[in-house]
C-alpha cells in the first residue's frame, strides 16, 4: 500500500498487488463546490487494514477493507472504489 497526498483529489487506484491511497484536502479552496473536503483514517490491525474517508460535515465512509494474510494483504471481496 502506497499512501500519498498532495493532490487534493481522493482516489484509491489497484495496480496489481499494489494499492495507492491518496487523501483529499480539508483546508484548500481550490476545488470548492467540485470535491467534498475530506481526509483518511487508516486503522491498521494485526489481521486486518481498513481505510475511511472522513469529510468535515461528519460523514464517514469505508473505501477498502484489506485482510492481512502473513507478510502479505488480500483484499477484500468487496473492493470499495471512489464514488463520483
Same mark, same amino acid.
Given at each position: 500500500?502506497?499512501?500519498?497526498?498532495? *493532490?487534493?483529489?481522493?482516489?484509491?487506484?489497484?495496480?496489481?498487488?499494489?494499492? %495507492?491511497?491518496?487523501?483529499?484536502? %480539508?483546508?484548500?479552496?481550490?476545488?470548492?463546490?467540485?470535491?467534498?473536503?475530506?481526509?483518511?483514517?487508516?486503522?491498521?490491525?494485526? *489481521?486486518?487494514?481498513? @481505510?475511511?474517508?472522513?469529510?468535515? /460535515?461528519?460523514? @464517514?465512509?469505508?473505501?477498502?477493507? %484489506?485482510?492481512?494474510?502473513?507478510?502479505?494483504? *488480500?483484499?477484500?471481496? *468487496? /473492493? @470499495?472504489?471512489?464514488?463520483?
Amino acid at each position: 500500500m502506497v499512501l500519498c497526498g498532495h *493532490k487534493h483529489v481522493p482516489y484509491l487506484w489497484r495496480i496489481e498487488d499494489l494499492l %495507492v491511497v491518496t487523501a483529499g484536502t %480539508v483546508s484548500c479552496l481550490r476545488l470548492r463546490g467540485i470535491i467534498e473536503p475530506s481526509y483518511n483514517i487508516i486503522y491498521i490491525r494485526e *489481521k486486518e487494514i481498513d @481505510i475511511y474517508r472522513r469529510s468535515p /460535515f461528519d460523514r @464517514i465512509e469505508k473505501i477498502l477493507g %484489506v485482510k492481512r494474510i502473513g507478510r502479505k494483504a *488480500k483484499l477484500c471481496e *468487496k /473492493f @470499495i472504489t471512489e464514488k463520483r
